[in-house]
């Protein structure tokens, strides 16, 4: 197992323009967290899945953004309309549920520059 | 709204010394906590995880403690080495919301030889 892994790595795209992550969990695990993290900010929490169920959504996450998880392994997350505010590190994390305390497998992240 | 402080933006230590990082959260009473290292440019790697009940947990060089009365963890990096060098966050459990973790800004250890 190569752990948790994210694709593209780096992404650089014009205002307007749609993006889309892709994240693919450590394969047991079937909890999934999409987190944002901006240059001296901690991650912060996006969304998550158990199994293909989106439980939770951020407050900030806004309609240009959406997230699947369609058979409960991989996931995308997906900009509309892209704004330079939303140029940020995107982490995704998985774990296995079965109780609160479970440690998060982080991948290395996908980083987007909108200009 | 919950709240996590962590004591510094930076901290720079000599090699050899023990580094003590804070983390104090407010609005909450967190079932445990979490400790994680971020190097530049990748992704947060868990280090400890201390729950309310337990005072103190170790690992190797590395020392967490949990004071609920204070609302406060303590991170504990003994003979620190310039491979330590790395931003530690700490992440509190929030429970059933927002994915259970949030998680503070971080402190940026530097550890010179």
């Known amino acids: 197992d190569t752990g948790v892994s994210q694709d593209p790595r780096h992404k650089i795209t014009k205002r307007g323009q749609n993006v889309t992550f892709r994240c693919d969990p450590i394969s047991e695990h079937n909890r999934l967290y999409w987190y944002r993290q901006t240059l001296g900010q901690g991650p912060e929490f996006l969304t998550y899945f158990q199994n293909e169920a989106q439980l939770e959504k951020s407050r900030l996450l806004s309609d240009r953004f959406s997230a699947e998880r369609p058979k409960g392994s991989f996931s995308t997350l997906e900009i509309q309309r892209t704004e330079q505010g939303d140029s940020a590190m995107y982490l995704c994390?998985?774990?296995?549920?079965?109780?609160?305390?479970?440690?998060?497998?982080f991948g290395e992240g996908s980083r987007l520059t909108v200009l | 709204s919950q709240k996590i402080e962590q004591n510094s933006e930076a901290l720079n230590i000599q090699e050899g010394k023990t580094a003590t990082l804070t983390c104090n959260y407010t609005n909450y009473s967190p079932a445990y906590l979490q400790w994680y290292r971020q190097d530049p440019g990748r992704g947060p790697v868990f280090l400890l995880l201390i729950r309310e009940n337990e005072k103190e947990k170790r690992k190797e060089r590395l020392k967490v403690t949990f004071d609920t009365t204070l609302k406060q963890s303590l991170f504990h990096i003994t003979a620190s080495q310039p491979a330590d060098s790395a931003t530690y966050l700490c992440a509190l459990d929030i429970g059933g919301s927002q994915g259970n973790l949030i998680f503070g800004k971080g402190t940026k250890l530097s550890v010179k030889p």
């Open positions: 994390a998985s774990t296995t549920s079965g109780g609160r305390s479970g440690e998060l497998f």
